[in-house]
């Protein structure tokens, strides 16, 4: 099958999206100012339609990586 993602999928069975991604949507939100990241993860949850639980983990890892 064909995958649409840039590299490998960062969580089994979820071709929708990667890791770079992430981090480069969650930089441009933060620089924006438009909301408080502590609402971030709902933004992700919304926007790349994943899980909660799954949300909070990538966010944490940006978070982690930005400070």
């Known amino acids: ?7 490998a999928p960062t969580m089994s069975g979820s071709p929708k999206y ?3 991604d992430i981090f ?3 930089s441009g939100l ?6 408080n990241m502590v609402g ?3 933004v992700l ?9 799954t949300a909070k983990k990538y966010f ?3 978070a982690e990586q930005v400070e």
């Open 1 to 7: 099958s064909c995958s649409k993602t840039r590299g």
């Open 18 to 20: 990667n890791k770079q």
């Open 24 to 26: 480069f949507f969650l």
């Open 30 to 35: 933060r620089r924006s100012g438009v909301i």
């Open 40 to 42: 971030a993860p709902r």
């Open 45 to 53: 949850e919304d926007y790349f339609g994943m899980s909660k639980p």
């Open 60 to 62: 944490k890892e940006w």
